[in-house]
C-alpha cells in the first residue's frame, strides 16, 4: 500500500501521494487496516524492501511552502499585467471588422477565456489549437457551434488570435 500510494497507479489515473509525508502515509495505511480485521500485516521482509527502495529511516525533506493567503497575492500580481491585455483584447474585438474577428464575435462566449489562450498561443500550431478548442469549446470560452466552422474559417480566427496576442505581448 506504500508503494501505491508514493507512486500512484498511473495507468489507472491514480495520483502519488507522494507529497504527503511518509508518516502520514503510514498512519492513512494503519486507518484503512481497521476497515478489516483479517487484513494481512506486513512483514519484515517487506518492510526492509520498502527500506530499501525508499530510504525511510533517513527521513524527507518536504519543499518550503508558504501560506495559500501570499500564494494567491503572488498570483495575483504575477497576472496583473495580463489581465489588463486580456481587457483590451476583449474590448477591441467590437471594433475590429477583420475576418477573423468577425468569426471570433460569432463564436466566442467568454472572451476572457478566448484572450487569455490568445496570449498563449506563440508556439502553437493552428492544427493543434484545433485540437485543443474542438476538444471542449466551452471550457476554453468558445460557443459549441464553433465546431462547425470551415477549415478556412479556423485558419482565419487563428491567425486573428495570434495576432492579437502577439500585439498585446509587445
Same mark, same amino acid.
Given at each position: 500500500m506504500y508503494k501505491t500510494l508514493q507512486e500512484g497507479i498511473v495507468q489507472n489515473g491514480m495520483q502519488s !501521494?507522494?507529497?504527503l509525508p511518509a508518516e502520514d502515509r503510514f498512519a492513512l495505511i494503519h486507518y484503512i487496516r481497521t476497515f478489516a480485521a483479517d487484513f494481512p500485516m506486513d512483514s519484515t521482509a517487506e518492510l526492509q524492501d520498502l527500506?530499501?527502495?525508499y530510504s525511510l #529511516?533517513? /527521513? #524527507?525533506k518536504l519543499a518550503p511552502r508558504i501560506p495559500i493567503k501570499l500564494a494567491m497575492m503572488n498570483i495575483a500580481k504575477e497576472? +496583473? /499585467?495580463s489581465a489588463k491585455s486580456v481587457q483590451g483584447l476583449n474590448s477591441g474585438l467590437a471594433k475590429d471588422e477583420e %475576418? /477573423? %474577428?468577425v468569426i471570433a464575435k460569432q =463564436?466566442? &462566449?467568454n472572451g476572457t477565456k478566448v484572450f487569455t489562450m490568445a496570449l498563449g498561443l506563440n508556439g502553437m #500550431? &493552428? +492544427? +493543434? !489549437? =484545433?485540437k485543443v478548442v474542438a476538444s471542449d469549446p466551452v471550457l476554453v470560452g468558445f460557443k459549441p457551434s464553433i465546431l462547425r466552422l470551415s477549415k478556412e474559417e479556423w485558419n482565419a480566427l487563428y491567425a486573428y488570435l495570434t495576432k492579437v496576442g502577439k500585439e498585446k505581448k509587445s
Amino acid at each position: 500500500m506504500y508503494k501505491t500510494l508514493q507512486e500512484g497507479i498511473v495507468q489507472n489515473g491514480m495520483q502519488s !501521494f507522494n507529497y504527503l509525508p511518509a508518516e502520514d502515509r503510514f498512519a492513512l495505511i494503519h486507518y484503512i487496516r481497521t476497515f478489516a480485521a483479517d487484513f494481512p500485516m506486513d512483514s519484515t521482509a517487506e518492510l526492509q524492501d520498502l527500506e530499501k527502495m525508499y530510504s525511510l #529511516s533517513k /527521513g #524527507s525533506k518536504l519543499a518550503p511552502r508558504i501560506p495559500i493567503k501570499l500564494a494567491m497575492m503572488n498570483i495575483a500580481k504575477e497576472t +496583473e /499585467g495580463s489581465a489588463k491585455s486580456v481587457q483590451g483584447l476583449n474590448s477591441g474585438l467590437a471594433k475590429d471588422e477583420e %475576418a /477573423g %474577428a468577425v468569426i471570433a464575435k460569432q =463564436v466566442i &462566449s467568454n472572451g476572457t477565456k478566448v484572450f487569455t489562450m490568445a496570449l498563449g498561443l506563440n508556439g502553437m #500550431s &493552428s +492544427e +493543434e !489549437f =484545433v485540437k485543443v478548442v474542438a476538444s471542449d469549446p466551452v471550457l476554453v470560452g468558445f460557443k459549441p457551434s464553433i465546431l462547425r466552422l470551415s477549415k478556412e474559417e479556423w485558419n482565419a480566427l487563428y491567425a486573428y488570435l495570434t495576432k492579437v496576442g502577439k500585439e498585446k505581448k509587445s
